[in-house]
């Protein structure tokens, strides 16, 4: 079964430029989720869509951060200016979206992450 | 490559040496807790689950025991292995939702 990818692996721009990351879910998965993982940190959750609806963007900054899942399939995550404190792990993760027997975990994956610095 | 956890609590061993790593968890509700392990440069990897309706659960090599009095996690790794050289993360879901709520990560390394 092919994992969650993610792209690109790493990214450098300036403070104030844009960015986009884009991510493939594993086939099937109803729900998708990014996360941010700044250094020496636990992931942190920024959006979730169930299908191509937002379940939980709480903790997104939307005055400049911006996701869209369109068809339910793949998804991108923006940030748009960036700020210093943006440089961080961009990690997108799958999984069924409901428990199912003798499914463990929910089928949650993780994919390995986009590594943005922003100089 | 840059690691992740850099500045977290780290637990030495000898490989061959068993390992426990604890973690605290925040909401009494939750329902369903993950063990995960991240190596350099990857996304977090599932170890173990556990529901809140057990206190122990066995894979291989690995146990997560859970206290929910004192909402307390422990991984527990038998025979530790080198590869074993990660940074380990719990993670709790709060009833009802589906998403990973990460507590502080611990550094393990095992050495030969």
């Known amino acids: 079964e092919a994992g969650v990818a993610q792209s690109p692996r790493y990214k450098i721009i300036e403070k104030r430029q844009s960015v986009a990351f884009w991510c493939n879910p594993i086939s099937g998965h109803a729900t998708l989720y990014w996360y941010q993982q700044i250094l020496g940190q636990g992931p942190k959750l920024l959006i979730q869509f169930q299908n191509n609806g937002v379940v939980d963007d709480s903790q997104l900054p939307k005055d400049r951060f911006s996701a869209e899942r369109l068809k339910g399939v793949d998804s991108t995550l923006k940030i748009q200016p960036a700020k210093l404190e943006d440089s961080a792990v961009y990690l997108c993760?799958?999984?069924?979206?409901?428990?199912?027997?003798?499914?463990?975990?929910?089928?949650?994956?993780f994919g390995s992450g986009t590594r943005l610095t922003v100089v | 490559g840059e690691s992740v956890g850099l500045h977290l609590p780290t637990l030495s061993v000898q490989e061959g040496d068993n390992s426990i790593i604890n973690c605290a968890y925040s909401?009494?509700?939750?329902?369903?807790f993950i063990w995960y392990k991240q190596e350099s440069g990857k996304g977090p990897q599932f170890i173990i689950d556990?529901?809140?309706?057990?206190d122990k659960r066995q894979g291989q090599r690995v146990t997560v025991l859970l206290n929910k009095t004192v909402k307390h996690l422990s991984l527990q790794i038998a025979a530790t292995q080198p590869g074993d050289s990660a940074v380990y993360f719990c993670?709790?879901?709060?009833?009802?939702?589906?998403?990973?709520?990460f507590g502080t990560g611990t550094r393990l390394l095992v050495s030969p």
């Open positions: 993760a799958s999984s069924l979206g409901r428990m199912k027997g003798g499914v463990t975990n929910y089928g949650y994956t």
């Open positions: 556990i529901r809140s309706n057990m």
């Open positions: 909401n009494s509700a939750s329902d369903y």
């Open positions: 993670a709790e879901t709060p009833t009802g939702f589906q998403k990973l709520v």
